[in-house]
DNA sequence: TGATGAATTGCAGAGTTCTTCAATTGATCA
DNA sequence: TGATCAATTGAAGAACTCTGCAATTCATCA
């Protein structure tokens, strides 16, 4: 405990977020939900280009939330803990929850143009 | 239901947690997760630049995620709902715990590197 | 060994986000 | 009204991220 050089904790969860920021970076993270996969299925469950896929699994492993192992001349992934499928989980049900209020805010804001309109 | 121009469900996590992205915008939610503020109290709580928080504040507020009213000459803001102070909850938690193995990660690291410099 | 397939890395250009300065809006009060 | 404080907006440059191409690594197998 105690590094030379500690950083924020309010910075920490912020390089995390960010770094759970990209639709693909969220589709693997959901795929490896469902168990481990090899890169071959997560390039045509994702439909992306190979390079732009390996780049992608690159900022997850620097991470520390995935791990791949090589087997064979294939590379498979899985998520690096337990922990990492529960926070999949929470986010999941979070962002239902907010994107059923969002739904609520835009007929709220659908609502009052409309009375802006009529006035 | 059923907008014109869908966003599918993995991009809108994604621009959700780029939202959460930024250190500035991490230490506003936990504030306002202790009840509503004052710009000039956020201000000093930050201690950012005022037109650096107020853009940050503005990324905030276009996401929904929080609101703001204004009182004479000065600006409240609070979470724009209950789901978003338990998200900011959960989100603690979720990365208490990876933090938490990313240590021991670490550990398992700098354990390898020095028996890869043994032999 | 060389040819092939799987995955990664390096890199450049396009695009996005951050910060800061200056200008603006809104409210208060002498 | 004009002076002042609070907060926001606009805009420009620096910094960062993303994509896709080309080159590379690693393993397999004829």
């Known amino acids: 405990m105690g590094s030379a050089m500690a950083v924020p904790l309010y910075q920490a969860k ?33 439909g992306v280009e190979a390079s732009s896929l390996s780049q992608q699994l690159a900022v997850l492993r620097r991470a520390g939330i995935v791990a791949s192992a090589r087997e064979g001349s294939t590379v498979t992934y899985a998520l690096a803990g ?35 309109a009529r006035s």
Not at 97 to 116: F, K, N, P, T, Y
């Open 82 to 116: 337990p922990d990492v499928a529960d926070l999949m989980l929470a986010a999941r049900r979070i962002l239902t929850e907010m994107l059923a209020g969002q739904v609520e805010l835009l007929d709220e804001l659908r609502e009052s143009a409309v009375s802006r």
């Open 14 to 46: 912020a390089e995390f977020f960010r770094m759970l920021g990209h639709p693909v970076r969220i589709r693997v993270l959901e795929l490896l939900g469902e168990g481990p996969k090899q890169v071959r299925e997560l390039l045509t469950d994702t």
